[in-house]
């Protein structure tokens, strides 16, 4: 089955930090007089009443294009905020899919700081009125309603069942991809990645504490709370990608493996520095078994081309060592024909391993 994922382009890789940048070589230096201002909501600010929002927009993308990856969900967030305090919940028209949504991201925290609910749900009506920004928009919604109700369980449970009421056009990585986020890494109360502490709960949880309809989404979200986790306890990229693996192959719910090992194929594309021979080594330290070794490579594959375009070669490249079904499955997440939410049946030689998938 092939689906055109053009509504979502940008979106999933995306949700990991930063993953959607490009670099466009902007000199910083023509824009700034002195450097470090456009790390200041009061610069954008400035900037807003002088160009108007959406020249500012503009000026922003282009100067965190030329920053370190790694900072550029964080200084989209700091545009987010200055925006909203200028325009109110306009803002949402003129934040774009660029760094992992980080400026949408910002928006409607604040409007669930200010507004409530009530806000929240005319934040995604202005939101999404351009259809293809639906998925993101939900997703921001769902960080609002951790945000909102709190980060304790109930919580997520009311959250979740709200995205299930209205919000469910993204099974994985829409709204319920946003409550999982946002309560295992507190992004709308920490200007920094700040994981939650593994608890006597332990490493699978929430999943283990809520209705099995949202684990699939929960499942593939888990491998980005472990890594964020295993950094602060000072882990190099190898060990954390064998652990990983071993974390996913004993979740308690077997179902959702595949999803799991998907998202560990999200992050080795990211940790390999986009390269494809580092990316399929860590998807081989992360395990030995042929089904989820494979389903590792197509999803980075997959999140190598969405990342950016100029990538499509190393995606490609990903599934170089399959021959036949195996080789046409791996091409189709490539080519981004299609995507985690849609997946299309496995390959006639996974399907008796796949009853535990099922």
Same mark, same amino acid.
């Given at each position: 089955?092939?689906?055109?994922?053009?509504?979502?382009?940008?979106?999933?890789a995306?949700?990991?930090?930063?993953a959607?940048f490009?670099?466009l070589?902007i000199?910083?230096?023509?824009?700034l007089?002195?450097?470090?201002?456009?790390?200041?909501?009061?610069?954008?600010?400035?900037?807003?009443?002088?160009v108007?929002?959406?020249?500012?927009?503009?000026?922003?993308? #282009?100067?965190?294009?030329?920053?370190?990856?790694?900072?550029?969900?964080?200084?989209?967030?700091?545009?987010?905020?200055?925006?909203?305090?200028?325009? *109110?919940?306009?803002?949402?028209?003129?934040?774009?899919?660029?760094?992992?949504?980080?400026?949408?991201?910002?928006?409607?925290?604040?409007?669930?700081?200010?507004?409530?609910?009530?806000?929240?749900?005319?934040a995604?009506?202005?939101?999404?009125?351009?259809?293809?920004r639906?998925?993101?928009?939900h997703?921001?919604?769902?960080?609002?309603?951790?945000?909102?109700?709190?980060?304790?369980?109930?919580?997520?449970?009311?959250?979740?069942?709200?995205?299930d009421?209205?919000?469910?056009?993204?099974?994985?990585?829409?709204?319920?991809? *946003?409550?999982?986020?946002?309560?295992?890494?507190?992004?709308?109360?920490?200007?920094?990645?700040?994981?939650?502490?593994?608890?006597?709960?332990?490493?699978?949880?929430?999943?283990?504490?809520?209705?099995?309809?949202?684990?699939?989404?929960?499942?593939?979200?888990?491998?980005?709370?472990?890594?964020?986790?295993? #950094?602060?306890?000072?882990?190099? *990229?190898?060990?954390?990608?064998?652990?990983?693996?071993?974390?996913?192959?004993?979740?308690?719910?077997?179902?959702?493996?595949r999803?799991?090992?998907?998202?560990?194929?999200?992050?080795?594309?990211?940790?390999?520095g986009?390269?494809?021979?580092?990316?399929?080594?860590?998807?081989?330290?992360?395990t030995?078994?042929?089904?989820?070794?494979?389903?590792?490579?197509?999803?980075?594959?997959?999140?190598? #081309?969405?990342?950016?375009?100029?990538?499509?070669?190393?995606?490609?490249?990903?599934?170089?060592e399959?021959? *036949?079904?195996? #080789?046409?499955?791996?091409?189709?997440?490539?080519?981004?024909?299609?995507?985690?939410?849609?997946?299309?049946?496995?390959?006639?030689?996974?399907?008796?391993?796949?009853?535990?998938?099922?």
């Amino acid at each position: 089955m092939v689906f055109l994922v053009s509504p979502w382009k940008g979106f999933v890789a995306g949700l990991c930090i930063g993953a959607t940048f490009v670099f466009l070589g902007i000199n910083v230096g023509n824009y700034l007089t002195h450097p470090q201002d456009f790390k200041d909501v009061a610069y954008w600010q400035d900037r807003i009443k002088v160009v108007g929002p959406d020249e500012a927009y503009a000026e922003h993308v #282009r100067i965190v294009a030329a920053q370190n990856i790694q900072q550029s969900h964080t200084l989209a967030h700091v545009f987010g905020s200055a925006i909203y305090k200028e325009i *109110g919940i306009d803002a949402v028209a003129v934040c774009q899919n660029d760094y992992a949504f980080g400026c949408l991201h910002e928006v409607f925290e604040r409007v669930v700081s200010e507004q409530g609910p009530v806000g929240l749900k005319q934040a995604v009506d202005a939101c999404s009125r351009d259809q293809t920004r639906l998925y993101p928009c939900h997703h921001a919604l769902g960080h609002g309603l951790v945000a909102y109700f709190g980060y304790h369980e109930n919580a997520v449970n009311n959250a979740l069942a709200l995205c299930d009421a209205d919000f469910n056009a993204d099974p994985i990585n829409g709204c319920v991809g *946003g409550v999982f986020m946002e309560f295992n890494l507190y992004t709308s109360i920490s200007p920094t990645i700040e994981a939650r502490d593994v608890d006597e709960h332990g490493w699978y949880y929430p999943c283990t504490a809520i209705p099995e309809k949202y684990h699939r989404a929960c499942y593939f979200w888990l491998p980005q709370w472990w890594r964020e986790v295993m #950094r602060d306890k000072k882990m190099e *990229g190898d060990e954390i990608f064998s652990v990983m693996g071993e974390q996913c192959e004993a979740a308690p719910n077997q179902t959702y493996v595949r999803e799991c090992f998907q998202r560990i194929g999200q992050h080795a594309t990211y940790q390999s520095g986009y390269e494809s021979g580092r990316a399929k080594q860590l998807c081989d330290i992360a395990t030995d078994d042929p089904l989820y070794n494979f389903l590792c490579k197509t999803y980075s594959a997959f999140s190598f #081309r969405y990342t950016d375009e100029r990538f499509a070669e190393q995606a490609l490249s990903m599934c170089s060592e399959f021959d *036949g079904e195996k #080789r046409e499955y791996c091409e189709e997440f490539a080519e981004n024909k299609t995507n985690i939410s849609w997946a299309p049946d496995l390959p006639r030689e996974f399907l008796e391993h796949s009853s535990k998938l099922d």
